[in-house]
């Protein structure tokens, strides 16, 4: 089967630099892909990384170690509309299905 | 492009009716459309993988006589829930996987809020 865990809440201000961790155990591994996700609206696309190293899509920007089973996500200048939840999410064995991870609430202050 | 447009945004009903819900891929072909359930402060939790032309694989814990799922063309997916209870309430999302040219991902619905009373 496939877990994969993440922090519940996360607090930062506006301006600010948040990361947001997931590790992972999966029988097999395709990549890690990370979503955002408003209250009562569907999740979006974020980020994906195949293999270890930064991706980075402007403010955005994600990280993933293989070796550790263990990936994030890195917010920069933060803005009151980054509040919601976050979930990282990889793919089954044979890309049958995509599994989520436990998500991670992000509140942003003034 | 990989739209994926789901219906309705929002339905109420009572207990014991069954209610429908459609995810239509407006721009692609979608062999394969997940069902997921989201309830509110957790995670989305997939329900069932629905494949054209063939039976749908339940998730564990997932009864597939209350939750019946229609793959019948490559554009349509549809969810029915059966003789809803107030439990059953919840956020439904469907997914499909697409892939165009060297782009591949899942893309999602917008989501049915379910409230059985």
């Known amino acids: 089967g496939q877990s994969l865990e993440q922090p519940s809440e996360v607090t930062a201000v506006e301006g600010a630099i948040v990361q947001i961790n997931c590790t992972y155990q999966?029988?097999?591994?395709?990549?890690l892909s990370w979503y955002q996700q408003h209250d009562g609206g569907a999740p979006t696309f974020l980020s994906y990384?195949?293999?270890?190293g930064l991706e980075e899509t402007g403010r955005f920007s994600s990280f993933l170690s293989r070796s550790d089973s263990y990936g994030y996500l890195l917010l920069q200048e933060l803005q009151m509309k980054d509040s919601a939840s976050y979930f990282c999410?990889?793919?089954?064995?044979?890309?049958?299905?995509?599994?989520f991870g436990t998500g991670t609430r992000l509140l942003v202050s003034p | 492009g990989a739209v994926v447009s789901q219906h309705p945004s929002r339905v109420i009903c009572k207990s014991g009716t069954s209610v429908k819900i459609e995810c239509r891929s407006l721009?692609?072909?979608?062999?394969?459309m997940f069902w997921y359930r989201q309830f509110p402060k957790q995670s989305l939790m997939l329900m069932a993988t629905?494949?054209?032309?063939?039976?749908?694989?339940?998730e564990q814990g997932v009864e597939k006589d209350k939750f019946l799922i229609n793959h019948a063309s490559l554009t349509l997916s549809t969810l029915t829930v059966a003789s809803a209870h107030p439990e059953d309430s919840s956020f439904y999302i469907c997914?499909?996987?697409?892939?165009?040219?060297?782009?591949?991902?899942?893309?999602f619905g917008s989501g049915t809020r379910l409230t059985v009373v």
């Open positions: 997914s499909a996987e697409f892939s165009r040219g060297s782009n591949y991902g899942y893309t």
């Open positions: 999966t029988s097999g591994f395709y990549g």
């Open positions: 990384n195949g293999l270890d």
């Open positions: 999410a990889a793919p089954n064995t044979g890309f049958q299905k995509l599994v």
């Open positions: 721009d692609f072909q979608a062999t394969t």
């Open positions: 629905s494949n054209e032309g063939s039976k749908a694989t339940y």
